[in-house]
């Protein structure tokens, strides 16, 4: 484990690894030992690490102009949000940029709350939507191990997952918004049925509530689509993504309708860094390069590689969608995430013990996912001690 530093508020475990540079999909610490990222810093690093046409267009954007606030117009802003409604789907062509997934999540929120009058919002059970004060407020048990604030801002029901019935009982006249994810992400990469999502946006509309699809994880190609709304065709009326956006840069998005965006006057959203140049730049890069190298092609064969040949070991069965995949194990997820990484395999593991998670850059290839099940084959009971 590494050695604790005194000004640094250790707040998270650490794995015994400290990369110090990174070339696609591996990962070297300053000893030249080179590990296989299976993860990608939590679904981050969409395109791997020193992605030559991320690092010019960062590159080329800090040379011309590193930061400036939204108090000024902005070429690059306004192209990436261009880009990015495009890429989005159909009917979401407004754009409002953030810093991370938290803060797209809780301005998401607001939007829903002012623009309905209401006060409720559901969630589903098992969901984590940030650490914010509303957005966790809307995290499967934020509340009782870890929120932190002496109140909620709204009141919030959790409805469960898959219970199409319930749902509908949950979204009523008082509900402002349901929020999503359509593949819950720490919850172990678990995909709804395509029932249960048809229903929740019937729900909603019935009730005149919002749908907010939480695609911080989800979104920007990880789910073999460009958005997990066009894995389910279910249209949102908003949707928030991070993560995978900025390919490793710090950015965000709440993404809407004309008819939601109409309605907000200036001073009504705000943030310093949201839609900083060198994150635009990115952004552009990030989609360019996923509809370019058809990257979205190459999710959808990969993820089905892992799960024809990665069922063995203490793998039992293979939940998820695309590269957001969750492998079931008879033991301990975190005994085979160690195990591997004694192998220079780095995955994640999850809120569910028994469930580790794949994240990969989204351009994993066959000798990637070969290295995997060759690992998995070798694990024995010994070994996952």
């Not at 999503?180 to 990469?189: F, K, N, S, T």
Request: proline share 5%; charged share 20%.
């Amino acid at each position: 484990m590494s050695t604790p530093r005194a000004q640094l508020t250790e707040v998270y475990p650490m794995l015994p690894f400290e990369p110090v540079s990174g070339t696609g999909l591996y990962l070297r610490d300053d000893a030249g030992r080179e590990v296989l990222d299976l993860y990608a810093g939590h679904a981050v690093a969409a395109l791997g690490y020193g992605h030559p046409r991320l690092v010019h267009a960062l590159a080329q954007q800090a040379e011309q102009l590193y930061f400036q606030s939204n108090a000024v117009n902005l070429r690059i802003r306004d192209a990436a949000a261009d880009r990015l409604a495009a890429f989005a789907p159909e009917g979401l062509d407004r754009v409002f940029f953030v810093n991370s997934g938290a803060e797209a999540n809780e301005n998401a929120l607001r939007i829903a709350l002012r623009a309905t009058g209401r006060k409720k919002i559901v969630a589903i059970e098992r969901s984590f939507h940030g650490r914010s004060a509303a957005a966790a407020a809307v995290t499967w048990g934020a509340k009782d191990r870890w929120y932190g604030f002496p109140r909620t801002p709204m009141d919030v029901d959790f409805a469960p997952r898959n219970d199409v019935a319930a749902l509908e009982a949950a979204i009523d006249a008082d509900t402002a918004a349901l929020i999503i994810e359509p593949v819950q992400g720490l919850a172990g990469a678990f995909d709804f049925s395509h029932e249960f999502m048809t229903a929740a946006r019937e729900a909603c509309t019935r009730a005149g509530a919002l749908l907010i699809l939480d695609e911080v994880q989800t979104g920007v190609g990880r789910l073999g689509e460009p958005f997990g709304a066009d894995l389910y065709d279910v249209r949102p009326d908003l949707l928030t993504t991070a993560k995978g956006l900025g390919g490793g840069f710090p950015c965000g998005a709440v993404v809407m309708t004309q008819d939601l965006a109409v309605d907000l006057k200036p001073g009504d959203l705000g943030t310093t860094f949201g839609g900083g140049p060198l994150a635009c730049a990115v952004i552009e890069a990030v989609i360019d390069t996923i509809e370019s190298d058809n990257v979205l092609d190459n999710v959808r064969a990969m993820s089905a590689l892992v799960r024809e040949t990665c069922t063995h070991g203490p793998i039992t069965a293979i939940q998820g969608a695309g590269l957001l995949l969750g492998l079931k194990t008879e033991v301990k997820a975190s005994a085979v995430r160690n195990a591997l990484l004694e192998r220079d395999i780095l995955v994640g593991t999850s809120a569910d013990p028994h469930i580790m998670r794949l994240l990969p850059p989204l351009i994993l290839n066959e000798n990637h996912v070969a290295r995997l099940s060759s690992a998995l084959k070798e694990l024995n009971d010994e070994s996952l001690q």
